[in-house]
Nanobody, 115 residues
């Protein structure tokens, strides 16, 4: 079993940057699929970015060119680099690690983009 723990959220001004980290208790297997999701107030949780064991990445259209997902299996960590943030990026960001088709969710970290 793996337990993701997110960190790195906070308050940032529009145009700023944040890097989220997701550290997994236990080891990250190279075959695990990892993803970042977000949920804004009154909205459904949506996939922001994902990365496969082969390093193939996908992004939702609204973050393409601004966000970058990466993984470091040796450090049991997945990252989300977020640049050019806008108020529309304000949400709770969740890390999900999928192992053998079983999803493991973190508790979430708040990202607020405001002047």
């Amino acid at each position: 079993q793996v337990q993701p723990v997110e960190s790195g959220g906070g308050l940032v001004q529009p145009g700023g940057s944040l890097r989220l980290s997701c550290a997994a208790s236990g080891s990250i297997f190279s075959t695990d699929r990892m993803g970042w999701y977000r949920q804004a107030p009154g909205k459904q949780r949506e996939l922001v970015a994902s990365i496969t064991s082969e390093g193939i990445t996908t992004y939702t259209d609204s973050v393409k060119g601004r966000f970058t997902i990466s993984r470091d299996n040796a450090k049991n960590t997945v990252y989300l680099q977020m640049n050019s943030l806008t108020p529309e990026d304000t949400a709770v960001y969740y890390c999900k690690i999928t192992r053998n088709y079983i999803p493991y969710w973190g508790q979430g970290t708040q990202v607020t983009v405001s002047s």
